[in-house]
C-alpha cells in the first residue's frame, strides 16, 4: 500500500494550520467576550457591596457561588463535568478582569478554576475526579492547596516536614503548612507530605484529604493588609488518617504533581497581576485628569506623563506574554516556560504600576476609602506567590543557558 504523496501532505498541514489559526482567532475572541461579562458582574455585584462587606468580614460564599453558576471557574473543564471547555484564554481572561474587580477575589482562579480542580483532573482517580471536581466547579465545594511549610515557601521540598506512614490500607499524615488560602472554609485540600524523607524530590507523594478528617486543623492568620474575604492560614495535621485512595497520582510522585499544579497556578496569578495593574492605571489615569497642582491638572505634568507611559505600554506586554501561555495550553502544550516568564514579568510590571499609582496619589493613596493601599499590598503577594520573583529569574537565566530546561517533566507530565 503506497503512502500519501508529498504535495498532498504538505497541502494537509497548511489546511490544519490555517484551521488552528482560525481556532485562536475564535478562542481569542471568546475569551474576550467572557472577561467582558466578568468586568460588568463585578461592576454590579461586587465593587458596590465591597466596602460593607469589608466590614462584616464574612467569607463571601454567595458571590463564590454566583461565579461558579456563570461558568467562570470551568473554562477548562469539559461540560460533562459542568466546564464550559472555554479554554485557557478564558481562563486567563477571567482571572486577569475578577483581579481588575477586586483583587482579593481573585484567589478563587486558582483555588476553584486551576490548582484545584485541575490537579485533581489530570492525576486523580475517577472517584476522586467524580466526587470533587464539579462541586469545585459549581462553587458548591471549595478547595485549597497544602504545599507551603512554616519553614519553608520556595524551599518546600527541602523544609518539608510534614509526614505520610502508610498503616494498613491507609496513610497517616502529621506536620503542618502555613500561608493557605481558604483552609479554614474549604471543603477539600491536596496535601504534600513525604512518604520517604530519604528520598529528596522523589519522597514527595500528593493526598486528596477532605477538610472534615480528624485532626485537620485551619487556623486564620491575620493578614490586615490584605482585607478579610481572602483568608490565609496555618494548618495542623495531627493524625490525620486518609485511606490508600486518597493518593493523588502514585507514591513518591508528588513533585511533579506540584509542578505541574504550580504551572497552572502561575498562569492564573500573571492574569491576575495584569488585571491589578490595569486597576492601578485606570485609578492613577482618572485621578491625574481630575487633580489639579499649581493650576493645572497633574496629567499634564511631564513625570506623570513619563509614568502613565511606562504603565501603559508594560501593562500591554504583560497582557500578551500571558496571552501566549494561556494559548500554548490551549493547543494542548505544556506552558512550564511561558508561564514562568509571564508570571516574573506580569509581577514587576504590577509592583511598578502599584508604586506609581500611589505616587501619583501622593497623600490620597492612603486613604481607607481608596483602594491603592491594597493594591500595593496584592502586588507584592503575588510577586511572591507561585515562586517568588527570583525563583523565577533564576529558572528563566538556567533554561535561557540550556543548564536546566524548564519543560524537562514534558514528558512525565503529557503521559500521566
Avoid at 168 to 182: E, F, P, Q, R, S
Avoid at 273 to 285: I, P, R, T, Y
Wanted: proline share 4%.
Amino acid at each position: 500500500m503506497s503512502v500519501t504523496t508529498a504535495p498532498a501532505a504538505v497541502g494537509d498541514t497548511d489546511e490544519a494550520r490555517r484551521a488552528a489559526l482560525l481556532e485562536r482567532a475564535e478562542r481569542a475572541d471568546l475569551a474576550r467576550e467572557i472577561g467582558d461579562l466578568v468586568q460588568e458582574w463585578g461592576r454590579r455585584e461586587v465593587r458596590p457591596t465591597i466596602a460593607a462587606r469589608e466590614t462584616a468580614g464574612e467569607f463571601p460564599r454567595d458571590l463564590y457561588a454566583q461565579m461558579g453558576q456563570m461558568g467562570f471557574f470551568g473554562c477548562c473543564f469539559p461540560p460533562e463535568v459542568g466546564g464550559t471547555g472555554a479554554g485557557f484564554r478564558a481562563l486567563a481572561a477571567v482571572s486577569e478582569k475578577l483581579a481588575w474587580v477586586y483583587p482579593p477575589l481573585s484567589a478563587s482562579m486558582n483555588l476553584q478554576a486551576a490548582t484545584v480542580p485541575l490537579t485533581i483532573a489530570n492525576w486523580g482517580t475517577p472517584e476522586q475526579r467524580e466526587r470533587w471536581v464539579p462541586g469545585l466547579l459549581t462553587g458548591e465545594l471549595l478547595g485549597c492547596n497544602a504545599m507551603t511549610e512554616p519553614d519553608g515557601g520556595s524551599d518546600f521540598l527541602g523544609a518539608m516536614r510534614t509526614r505520610a506512614v502508610r498503616d494498613g490500607d491507609d496513610y497517616v499524615l502529621n506536620g503542618a503548612k502555613m500561608w493557605i488560602t481558604n483552609a479554614n472554609v474549604a471543603d477539600v485540600a491536596i496535601v504534600y507530605a513525604k512518604t520517604d524523607p530519604a528520598a529528596g524530590h522523589r519522597g514527595v507523594t500528593a493526598f486528596v484529604v477532605p477538610t472534615a478528617t480528624p485532626g485537620f486543623e485551619a487556623t486564620r492568620v491575620p493578614c490586615r493588609g490584605l482585607g478579610k474575604l481572602m483568608p490565609t492560614n496555618s494548618v495542623s495535621l495531627t493524625d490525620v488518617r486518609v485511606p490508600a485512595s486518597a493518593l493523588l497520582g502514585a507514591e513518591g510522585q508528588g513533585f511533579v504533581v506540584a509542578m505541574n499544579a504550580m504551572d497552572y497556578g502561575r498562569l492564573t496569578v500573571a492574569a491576575r497581576s495584569v488585571g491589578l495593574a490595569q486597576a492601578c492605571l485606570d485609578a492613577a489615569l482618572a485621578y491625574a485628569d481630575e487633580r489639579t497642582a499649581f493650576g493645572d491638572k497633574i496629567g499634564s505634568f511631564q513625570m506623570v506623563k513619563k509614568q502613565l507611559a511606562d504603565m501603559t505600554v508594560e501593562v500591554a506586554a504583560a497582557r500578551g506574554l500571558v496571552a501566549e501561555a494561556a494559548a500554548r495550553y490551549d493547543e494542548g502544550d505544556l506552558a512550564t516556560r511561558e508561564s514562568s516568564i509571564a508570571k516574573y514579568y506580569a509581577g514587576e510590571v504590577c509592583n511598578r504600576a502599584a508604586q506609581a499609582t500611589a505616587e501619583i496619589f501622593g497623600g490620597a493613596a492612603f486613604m481607607d476609602e481608596l483602594p491603592i493601599g491594597l493594591y500595593l499590598n496584592f502586588a507584592k503577594l503575588w510577586q511572591t506567590g507561585e515562586g517568588s520573583a527570583n525563583i523565577q529569574a533564576v529558572l528563566i537565566a538556567d533554561d535561557a543557558l540550556g543548564w536546566k530546561r524548564m519543560d524537562r517533566h514534558r514528558t512525565v507530565l503529557k503521559s500521566s
